[in-house]
């Protein structure tokens, strides 16, 4: 098991078949402005993927409502812990063929780079640089949703 074998099963790297994504590779360097961006995914339902550059992968939650409304203090969005990412996934856009994992077409909707001020297993602060979304923010874990174990709100502060 690596951090990125969830990902790397869920997805079909080879043959006629491949998926248009990266096979991608645990980053061994720490870039000099760890990684931020906000994919815009149209998949069976549309939502916005937060990825964050963490220990040589992007920790990654899907979003499922509108992440524009962030820019605003206050406003919270439940946001779904899923598989790890490669680092070179913040570049991707691009078409996820039919019958793959996350069919549909998937688009950069924020990037930038981001700081980390505090981090433990209930709570991560970091401050954004984007070009959308820009600011302190945090990410706490909650128990709300289909997925509790995997739940947190992502809000500014
Ligand atoms: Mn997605």
């Known amino acids: 098991m690596t951090k990125l074998s969830e990902y790397q ?24 402005k760890l990684i931020y961006c906000i994919h815009e995914h149209h998949a069976s339902h549309l939502h916005w993927d937060l990825r ?3 220990s040589g992968v992007l920790k990654s939650w899907a979003v499922p409502k509108p992440v524009s409304a962030l820019r605003t ?11 790890n990412h490669p680092v070179e996934y913040a570049k991707f856009r691009g078409v996820i063929p039919e019958g793959h994992y996350g069919a549909g077409k998937v688009e ?13 297993a209930k709570k991560i602060e ?14 706490v874990k909650t128990h709300y949703g ?12």
């Open 108 to 120: 950069i909707y924020d990037s930038g780079f981001y700081e980390l001020k505090n981090k433990d």
């Open 126 to 139: 970091f401050t954004l640089h984007g070009k959308k979304l820009n600011g302190n923010f945090v990410l």
């Open 9 to 32: 099963k869920k997805r079909k790297f080879s043959g006629k078949e491949k998926t248009t994504e990266p096979r991608g590779v645990i980053k061994k360097t720490k870039s000099k």
């Open 52 to 54: 964050l550059e963490m």
């Open 146 to 157: 289909n997925k509790p174990e995997k739940s947190w709100l992502f809000f500014k502060v």
């Open 73 to 83: 203090k206050g406003i919270k969005r439940l946001a779904v812990q899923t598989e």
